[in-house]
């Protein structure tokens, strides 16, 4: 009996601890989504600037002086 009754409590254990684990997962993620969202924002700024920069320094060693 006492097995049965284990059992039964690992059963119900599990779920409840997966299911808490959940809530509690989405909730971090949705108060760090609004960071997350700028850190990629500044990260890809910053990309697209390094970028544009590049490329115009490229294109002006290119052009003839004239």
């Known amino acids: 009996m006492v097995h049965r009754v284990m059992q039964r409590v690992d059963v119900v254990l599990d779920q409840r601890l997966r299911e808490a684990i959940a809530t509690v997962v989405q909730e971090q993620t949705r108060s760090v989504l ?3 969202r700028e850190e990629i924002e500044s990260v890809v700024r910053h990309a697209v ?3 544009v920069a590049d490329e115009l ?5 290119s052009v003839p002086k004239g």
């Open 57 to 61: 320094a490229s294109g002006a060693a």
């Open 34 to 36: 609004p960071r997350l």
């Open 49 to 51: 600037y390094e970028a």
